[in-house]
């Protein structure tokens, strides 16, 4: 009897064995799929990214360049009007300062219509 156990102990030992194996082979497995599952949602996180750039990019350069060229008009007009500005001031600017000299020089005083005269 004691054979017979021995063997049947070995044929479940080495059933264990197996066993294990297959366990082992297993969790290599997994292991092995979360990294390549890891590894293809980072690739696939990498493309999304880049996408998306290349979409934002695409947006600020055509909404730029609007803006851009509404800039330039806008500095040309500006610059156009501080031209017809230092023109009418070159013209009249002596006119101006002589009126404001004159203004603040002859000065003649009146007494206001609320104001109650002495009697």
């Known amino acids: ?19 294990q194996k297959i366990v082992q082979q297993a969790r290599a497995y997994r292991t092995k799929r979360v990294k390549d599952a890891r590894t293809e949602a980072q690739t696939e996180v990498e493309e999304y990214r880049k996408e998306k750039e290349e979409e934002y990019k695409k947006f600020e350069t055509e909404h730029t360049s609007g803006n851009k060229k509404a800039e330039d008009d806008a500095s040309k007009d500006a610059e156009e009007k501080m031209k017809g500005i230092k023109e009418s001031g070159g013209k009249v600017g002596d006119k101006v300062v ?22």
Do not use: F, W, Y
């Open 1 to 19: 009897m004691s054979a017979q156990n021995s063997a049947g102990i070995q044929t479940l030992l080495d059933a264990e064995r197996e066993a």
């Open 98 to 119: 002589e009126d404001l000299l004159k203004a603040v020089v002859d000065v003649h005083p009146e007494v206001p219509d609320r104001v109650a005269a002495p009697s």
